[in-house]
């Protein structure tokens, strides 16, 4: 008797993955017939229907944070038939990746560990950083305030009471020097978390590398510059979407051109997590957002393997601990396959999915903070068994506000008692070859290759998204979460269960002279510069945005003569125009 | 006899941050109550809301705040709603408040402040047993 399972019998492995099943699963769902083994049958018969007699299984959802239901056991009969693990899985640093895009990962280096951080001023933040990396923090990541985000002015009326509060305030390539004093350019790598104004900032960032005596071909770091996943979840876009599409292109020329070291975008399922999607949501959303801008650059006339090594990603880790991991393998595995076959890059460098991750900050809890601690810590380990190449670990007090350098040096701590203590990091996807692991990564695949086929079928990502379509489909998975919580048919410590009284936390608390200051820099900036020199930059700017041309010489040039961000932005939107979302409740 | 007259009201999400994935879920919690709800949709000034509220005659304003601006912004949506003779709306906010805050926020006239991890049920019962009476029907 064959212990594989047989072709006819394998039909029910084939269905597509389940759908988020939080608003109430059919209890037995997940325990559907398979073809089982001969041991296996008498395993059941003879050791679990015995045991099953005497004590039921817990009156539970077996299922992922998302909803999937899960079997109480999985094996062979788990994986489909014929199922041969050396090509569908392979080995690390081979196609198709499942195992890791590096053959040695983190033997030969660990992750980054990069720290998201930003607030107040560039003065406060830049001391933050250099504290982080005195503590052996080893990438540097910026965290822009809102009005810096929305490219307005620190002075601009509708900035008020948002200054220097989610981040740091950038109002000029003059903030952007102070942000990085004493911090050579060529000595670590910069992430900025920017997105409709990126290519501003970029240009802010390319001249203070450029003040510095840095040459671009030497600069190393991440824009994050994925603005299809502001329109799908966390809505911090500017101009519309074809503009937007056209800016980022913009940016991934430039820097297929310049800037060889440095990744121009970091494609971004982190957002749409936090949004309430489902794991299967951030994985088929982002990748499909990927494809939209290697098809958008294609369109521009660049060549496949121009552009796709210096595409990068960006995930979520969240709680269920099995779900995120065979998340990132699958990604890993879709981005092979698009790459390859969908678009014919030659080179291995194009299919390699690189990827950076940070904790959930939506599953992080304001009451009993220091369970948070525990939260990340296990988040944190399933993004390095998943093999990711950088991680942010979220300090303790970030549902609450941002963090003190107490939290942060906790959350940096977490990472390196992952890397030195707990020895994850001797062998490469020690979880490879785990039934479940295995299984969970299969169907995380398929389902997002439905979402695909989908999304291809609307037209594309752009149009996707202006229908409404991944909007809708996470603002449901997020109620149906909160209706599961509501109901305890998911639970999280100390909110819905086991909840006490405590005395509050001392938080991080950045008051209105962020504003007051960034404002009288403002007013000296526009006094000192040339002012002249200003308009003419960003009349060339307003000309190029109106022709075919890439910005981003123009762009240079405006920072280059000291205008503020909110000047740029403001000659953009006078050319694209701005963007407001249909509303969808 | 007319038929009781639903609650309304208006959730908005003022400054410039755009993360309304809680805004949403309490907007579909309260339809779900049985209330009417008006979702201003995103980056609302205090102006715009005050004249939302005022054109929609909300019995309830649910503010749903993350970023830290609610100290710049609340107080002047609540002289705004005076001005307009909208006292007896009620007002309750959402989101990431510090508790420090809080009190300075009640003294402007806010009803209450929902932290994360608030129940669905909390805010609705709080909603249902604070909104000014139903002028009378009859």
Not at chain 1, 297 to 320: I, K, T, W, Y
Not at chain 1, 402 to 429: K, S, Y
Not at chain 1, 436 to 464: K, N, P, Q, S
Request: with cysteine; glycine share 8%.
């Amino acid at each position: 008797m064959p212990l594989k399972p047989s072709p006819e019998a394998n039909l029910n492995q084939a269905q597509p993955a389940p759908s988020s099943n939080l608003a109430g699963s059919d209890p037995g769902a997940d325990q559907e017939p398979r073809p089982l083994s001969p041991a296996e049958t008498a395993w059941e018969r003879e050791v679990l229907e015995p045991v099953l007699g005497r004590t039921p299984e817990r009156d539970w959802d077996f299922t992922t944070l998302s909803g999937v239901p899960i079997r109480r056991l999985y094996t062979a009969a788990d994986l489909p038939s014929g199922f041969d693990f050396e090509r569908e899985v392979g080995f690390p640093g081979a196609p198709p990746y499942v195992r890791g895009i590096h053959p040695t990962l983190y033997r030969g280096r660990l992750w980054t560990m990069r720290q998201f951080s930003g607030f107040a001023t560039a003065e406060e933040t830049n001391e933050r950083y250099r504290y982080l990396l005195s503590q052996g923090q080893t990438g540097l990541s910026v965290a822009f305030d809102l009005p810096t985000l929305m490219g307005y002015d620190s002075d601009h009326p509708l900035s008020e009471g948002e200054v220097g509060k989610c981040g740091v305030a950038i109002d000029s390539v003059a903030d952007m020097e102070r942000l990085f004093a004493g911090i050579r350019l060529d000595q670590v790598t910069v992430s900025m978390t920017i997105n409709a104004p990126a290519a501003a900032i970029w240009a802010m960032y390319l001249v203070a590398a450029e003040k510095q005596g840095v040459a671009w071909s030497r600069l190393s770091g991440t824009l994050q510059n994925d603005i299809l996943k502001e329109y799908i979840a966390q809505k911090e876009y500017i101009y519309p979407p074809e503009p937007s599409m056209r800016l980022v292109v913009d940016t991934i020329e430039f820097a297929a051109r310049q800037t060889p070291r440095f990744n121009p975008i970091s494609i971004s399922g982190y957002h749409i997590r936090e949004a309430g999607s489902t794991a299967l949501q951030e994985l088929a959303f982002t990748l499909r957002d990927g494809m939209e801008y290697v098809d958008w650059s294609l369109r521009r006339g660049l060549r496949v393997d121009e552009f796709a090594p210096q595409l990068s990603f960006f995930f979520n880790a969240h709680s269920d601990f099995f779900e995120e991991i065979a998340k990132y393998r699958a990604a890993r595995k879709l981005w092979c396959q698009v790459m390859t076959e969908r678009y014919g890059a030659k080179l291995a460098r194009s299919a390699r999915l690189r990827f950076h991750t940070q904790t959930a900050g939506v599953s992080l809890s304001a009451q009993q903070p220091f369970n948070n601690v525990a939260r990340v810590a296990l988040q944190a380990l399933a993004a390095v068994l998943g093999g990711t190449q950088s991680l942010h670990t979220n300090s303790l007090d970030e549902a609450l506000a941002l963090p003190t350098a107490e939290a942060a040096t906790i959350a940096l701590r977490t990472q390196q008692i992952l890397a030195f203590e707990t020895g994850v990091a001797n062998t490469v996807d020690p979880l490879g070859g785990s039934y479940f692991v295995e299984r969970l990564t299969l169907d995380l695949a398929r389902g997002a290759e439905d979402y695909f086929r989908r999304i291809d079928e609307m037209g594309g990502m752009v149009a996707a998204v202006e229908r409404g379509f991944p909007q809708r489909e996470i603002a449901e998975a997020a109620y149906q979460y909160q209706c599961a919580l509501e109901r305890k048919r998911k639970i999280m410590v100390g909110v819905n269960e086991f909840a006490t009284e405590e005395a509050p936390l001392e938080t991080l608390y950045i008051d209105e002279r962020v504003r007051v200051r960034q404002a009288e820099n403002l007013r000296r900036l526009r006094a000192e510069r040339d002012g002249a020199a200003v308009e003419r930059a960003l009349s060339a700017l307003r000309r190029a945005a109106d022709s075919e041309a890439n910005t981003m010489p123009a762009l240079l040039d405006c920072v280059r003569a000291y205008a503020s961000l909110g000047e740029i932005s403001e000659a953009l939107r006078g050319v694209f125009g701005s963007y407001t979302e249909t509303s969808l409740t | 006899m007319a038929a009781e007259r639903k609650i309304r009201v208006l959730v908005a999400k003022p400054g410039l941050d755009g993360h309304d994935r809680g805004a949403k879920v309490v907007a579909r919690g309260l339809r779900d109550a049985g209330m009417e709800v008006i979702y201003t949709g995103l980056r609302q000034t205090p102006e715009m809301i005050a004249a939302a509220a005022l054109q929609e005659d909300v019995d309830c304003i649910g503010l749903s705040i993350l970023s830290g601006a609610h100290n710049a912004l609340v107080p002047r949506l609540m002289v705004l709603l005076r001005e307009r003779g909208l006292e007896d709306v009620l007002v309750v906010i959402g989101g990431i408040i510090p508790d420090a805050d809080t009190a300075a926020l009640k003294q402007a006239g806010v009803a209450a402040v929902f932290p994360p991890g608030t129940s669905m049920r909390e805010i609705i019962e709080f909603i249902q047993g604070h909104v000014r009476p139903a002028p009378a029907l009859d």
